[in-house]
């Protein structure tokens, strides 16, 4: 028996109603089966093709019951009623029957009529049960339109969990080593939360920690099995949100915890002595509802009538889901023979045949279009070609191709995807100079080439054999690293292996051997850290001076030689003019000296005060508080006084730049540097135009006196603006402007109460925003959210 989720125990809990304190019953009773068709227009299709219902549709519904009739008398009458609406009682006339015995009136051929927004199946007793349904229905017409959306509902989430555990079980008996890496993909396929710790467990037990541990959400069948906190939906799908709380229900769906007291109270006033109404939910097979119960069926009183939802009926234009391309800037090679297309944003793809006929059209030079079948893979999180490989003989270099199919009726088109077709030839190594590949060290390289998205494998041929390497592509190039840590030096070949392409390609190595040395060290005055310059100095341990201990820094590669950085833990009493020794520790134990003349002080400044002047905004104007923060168009004006040694000269400069690195400016004396004498300088620039419109975030300065840079110290934080053309409040409000992806949230409130949030890489121009509040909004901006902004309106 397959594990139940209990969740739709929940569900059962407000169809027949219990004591406060009992467990909801799990759905473990197999009951009947309906096989049910749907016709639109001159197509027809199996339920298990069919989202959603459209006004005209033609549905033929019967039951697969036992013919004959029982001893006592009693048989099953099939029931099909439309709902129009929670307050609308629907006509009678909308309300239909067939005789289960009879096989000539067995099944019902109706047709969904114009207003109906459900349609709603019962199995009813014979004896006076369809007038029952229908003045129950009638009566309160609400309380089973509630009922029949979270059935529907129910029967979704409930395909996506047997979707995975089908996918874990089937693994667990065929390849159980492959539940580490393939549980991941099943996982994000169909949007559940899976339990990491699992996948620590040896191969044998994963199985069995992801379907049955007792610690988090109950899953039952009646059998007592239980489901971790395995199966859980995505943050994005609230639908799928689980709560264990005790109010809860200890393991229902939270949106769900609401819905059942709801349906508890409203169904609750159904109950009588002739007929209770228990729920069943459907395990969809082509044309085949398989109805599971959660109570077995009573011909006594009170009767049990079973209730089954049907897909809800659309209106307007039909919806077809959003599909979304996985790795969006990455293309596909075409040449690859288990061709994958990912994507995301559907879980239903995969656990429901609602989407079907799927296909990728790729469009040939000629303008021409070959249609590929395809098939979802959820343990590939995308799809698969049915076919090994594809022919790429006449594709062009890069090849635009869409995914294709129908949802339900309707056509729909998926993402579009880049294929690449593998090329010979044309891949050499980049960025890396030769003289900097020695052995004893790992060396990260990167190889540029035609496809990158085609490479099969890359291995390093040296004389002691092959070494397979892994890499990794971005846009056009791959990255990888020659593990040369126990390599001799001498020649070495990379061999890159591309899709489709018989001959590896080779490039020419040479593996160095470098004597570390050291070629000096450069101390200043009243510093706690130096920097030595040599190479091979990644294997520097220590450093000391006059007993004064230094620890090594990250090494930088400069020109052909190293730089490394070492810091004491306090700066060393050291006189400008004097001539130490210093004595270093290579991590092998060796000892190495170098002579060092401690140079001048470097140049100390600190900052006095700073002010912005910001230009006037052509629309609504963003002021940002203070001078903490300065947008991308403003000028900064701020004074230095010189501190110890340090005097200001006319040669003198100053450096500005953002501390995440990138470009920085230079603000030399007469073009933005004024020195008011040997103690002040002012300096006033433009940020965001020497730095470029991408510039953002923190800024720092130094001062930079006879080529010798001080210290980096903050100034401010660089944001840019979105330029916000107006306020629109009719109904709702709504911000219109430029570049609104630089607005992290817009508030009515500083404290950002009830805030609304700009999605990242949002490209429209206006959205909806709370209404502001004593003619004020206030923003945080994506650069430095830290910092609030304000808006002043009219609204």
Same mark, same amino acid.
């Given at each position: 028996m397959m594990l139940r989720f209990l969740p739709f125990c929940a569900l059962a809990a407000a169809l027949v109603p219990a004591t406060a304190n009992a467990d909801p019953a799990p759905f473990d009773l197999t009951g009947p089966s309906l096989r049910v068709g749907v016709t639109h227009g001159?197509?027809?299709?199996?339920?298990?093709?069919?989202?959603?219902?459209?006004?005209?549709?033609?549905?033929?519904?019967?039951?697969?019951?036992?013919?004959?009739?029982?001893?006592?008398?009693?048989?099953?009458?099939?029931?099909?009623?439309?709902?129009?609406?929670?307050?609308?009682?629907?006509?009678?006339?909308?309300?239909?029957?067939?005789?289960?015995?009879?096989?000539?009136?067995?099944?019902?051929?109706?047709?969904?009529?114009?207003?109906?927004?459900?349609?709603?199946?019962?199995?009813?007793?014979?004896?006076?049960?369809?007038?029952?349904?229908?003045?129950?229905?009638?009566?309160?017409?609400?309380?089973?339109?509630?009922?029949?959306?979270?059935?529907?509902?129910?029967?979704?989430?409930?395909?996506?969990?047997?979707?995975?555990?089908?996918?874990?079980?089937?693994?667990? $008996?065929?390849?159980?080593? $492959?539940?580490?890496?393939?549980?991941?993909?099943?996982?994000?396929?169909?949007?559940?939360?899976?339990?990491?710790?699992?996948?620590?467990?040896?191969?044998?037990?994963?199985?069995?920690?992801?379907?049955?541990?007792?610690?988090?959400l109950l899953l039952a069948d009646g059998q007592s099995s239980t489901l971790a906190d395995t199966l859980v939906g995505a943050p994005t799908d609230?639908?799928?949100?689980?709560?264990?709380?005790?109010?809860?229900?200890?393991?229902? /769906?939270?949106?769900?915890?609401?819905?059942?007291?709801?349906?508890?109270?409203?169904?609750?006033?159904?109950?009588?002595?002739?007929?209770?109404?228990?729920?069943?939910?459907? $395990?969809?097979?082509?044309d085949r509802m398989a109805l599971l119960l959660n109570a077995a069926p009573s011909f006594a009183s009170p009767k049990s009538v079973m209730v089954v939802a049907m897909p809800v009926i659309e209106t307007g234009t039909p919806q077809t889901p959003t599909l979304r391309r996985a790795e969006a800037d990455r293309l596909v090679c075409a040449a690859k023979p288990d061709l994958v297309l990912p994507v995301e944003g559907a879980p239903l793809i995969y656990a429901t045949k609602f989407a079907h006929d799927m296909s990728l059209r790729v469009t040939t030079p000629q303008g021409g279009v070959?249609?590929?079948?395809?098939?979802?893979?959820?343990?590939?999180?995308? /799809?698969?070609?049915?076919?090994?490989?594809?022919?790429?003989?006449?594709?062009?270099?890069?090849?635009?191709?869409?995914?294709?199919? $129908?949802?339900?009726?309707?056509?729909?088109?998926?993402?579009?995807?880049?294929?690449?077709?593998?090329?010979?030839?044309?891949?050499?190594?980049?960025?890396?100079?030769?003289?900097?590949?020695?052995?004893?060290?790992?060396?990260?390289?990167?190889?540029?080439?035609?496809?990158?998205?085609c490479v099969e494998a890359v291995t390093l041929v040296g004389a002691s054999g092959e070494a397979p390497l892994a890499w990794t592509t971005n846009g056009d190039r791959i990255g990888l690293t020659l593990p040369l840590g126990k390599t001799a030096p001498g020649k070495l070949t990379l061999l890159v292996k591309q899709y489709g392409i018989e001959t590896s390609e080779k490039i020419a190595l040479t593996a160095l051997a470098e004597a570390g040395r050291i070629d000096g060290l450069t101390l200043y005055a009243g510093d706690t850290a130096g920097t030595l310059a040599g190479t091979r100095l990644d294997l520097v341990a220590s450093m000391a001076v006059d007993g004064v201990a230094f620890k090594p820094g990250e090494v930088m590669r400069a020109d052909k030689g190293d730089l490394l950085g070492l810091t004491a833990d306090a700066a060393p009493n050291f006189a400008a003019g004097q001539t130490k020794t210093a004595l270093v520790t290579l991590t092998d134990g060796r000892k190495r000296s170098v002579k060092v003349t401690v140079a001048a002080a470097r140049p100390k400044a600190t900052l006095i005060a700073k002010s912005v002047i910001a230009p006037p905004s052509p629309g609504l104007a963003v002021t940002l508080a203070g001078v903490t923060a300065i947008a991308q168009d403003a000028r900064i004006t701020f004074s230095l006084r010189a501190e110890g040694t340090t005097r200001f000269a006319a040669g003198d400069s100053v450096e500005i730049g953002a501390v995440a690195g990138g470009p920085t400016m230079t603000v030399a004396?007469?073009?933005?540097?004024?020195?008011?004498?040997?103690?002040?300088?002012?300096?006033?620039?433009?940020?965001?135009?020497?730095?470029?419109?991408?510039?953002?975030?923190?800024?720092?300065?130094?001062?930079?006196?006879?080529?010798?840079?001080?210290?980096?110290?903050?100034?401010?934080?660089?944001?840019?603006?979105?330029?916000?053309?107006?306020?629109?409040?009719?109904?709702?409000?709504?911000?219109?402007?430029?570049?609104?992806?630089?607005?992290?949230?817009?508030?009515?409130?500083?404290?950002?109460?009830?805030?609304?949030?700009?999605?990242?890489?949002?490209?429209?121009?206006?959205?909806?925003?709370?209404?502001?509040?004593?003619?004020?909004?206030?923003?945080?901006?994506?650069?430095?959210?830290?910092?609030?902004?304000?808006?002043?309106?009219?609204?």
């Open positions: 001159t197509t027809t299709l199996p339920i298990a093709q069919v989202p959603r219902l459209a006004t005209g549709d033609r549905v033929t519904i019967a039951a697969d019951l036992p013919t004959g009739k029982r001893d006592d008398g009693e048989r099953y009458l099939l029931v099909a009623g439309f709902l129009r609406g929670a307050t609308e009682p629907p006509p009678r006339s909308w309300f239909f029957k067939a005789e289960t015995w009879k096989a000539k009136k067995a099944t019902i051929a109706l047709k969904v009529p114009e207003g109906a927004r459900q349609l709603v199946v019962f199995l009813v007793p014979d004896s006076g049960g369809f007038d029952a349904v229908v003045s129950a229905v009638r009566k309160q017409p609400g309380a089973f339109v509630r009922a029949v959306q979270d059935l529907d509902q129910a029967s979704l989430d409930r395909a996506r969990l047997d979707a995975f555990l089908d996918g874990i079980h089937a693994l667990e $008996r065929t390849r159980p080593e $492959r539940i580490e890496a393939v549980s991941p993909l099943l996982s994000r396929s169909l949007a559940v939360k899976l339990k990491a710790e699992c996948l620590d467990l040896t191969a044998d037990l994963q199985a069995s920690c992801l379907t049955q541990s007792r610690e988090s609230l639908a799928l949100q689980l709560s264990a709380t005790p109010a809860g229900g200890l393991g229902y /769906y939270s949106p769900y915890i609401g819905v059942v007291r709801d349906l508890a109270k409203i169904f609750g006033a159904f109950q009588s002595t002739q007929f209770r109404y228990i729920p069943a939910l459907a $395990r969809v097979r082509e070959v249609e590929l079948p395809v098939q979802a893979n959820a343990e590939r999180s995308g /799809y698969v070609l049915d076919q090994v490989g594809m022919r790429t003989t006449g594709l062009s270099a890069v090849t635009d191709a869409t995914l294709h199919g $129908r949802w339900g009726f309707t056509p729909f088109d998926g993402p579009r995807f880049r294929l690449q077709v593998p090329s010979a030839g044309g891949w050499q190594m980049v960025d890396t100079d030769p003289e900097n590949l020695v052995v004893g060290r790992d060396n990260p390289v990167a190889l540029a080439g035609p496809t990158p998205s004396s007469g073009r933005g540097l004024t020195v008011q004498d040997e103690r002040i300088a002012v300096i006033s620039v433009e940020p965001g135009k020497a730095l470029g419109v991408s510039a953002h975030g923190p800024l720092r300065w130094r001062l930079v006196q006879n080529g010798v840079a001080g210290d980096w110290v903050p100034l401010t934080s660089l944001v840019r603006i979105p330029a916000l053309a107006g306020l629109n409040c009719a109904e709702a409000c709504t911000l219109a402007g430029a570049d609104l992806f630089l607005i992290e949230s817009v508030a009515a409130n500083a404290g950002f109460a009830e805030a609304a949030r700009v999605p990242e890489g949002f490209t429209g121009s206006s959205f909806a925003v709370p209404k502001p509040v004593g003619g004020m909004l206030y923003l945080k901006l994506r650069d430095d959210p830290g910092v609030t902004a304000t808006v002043a309106v009219k609204g």
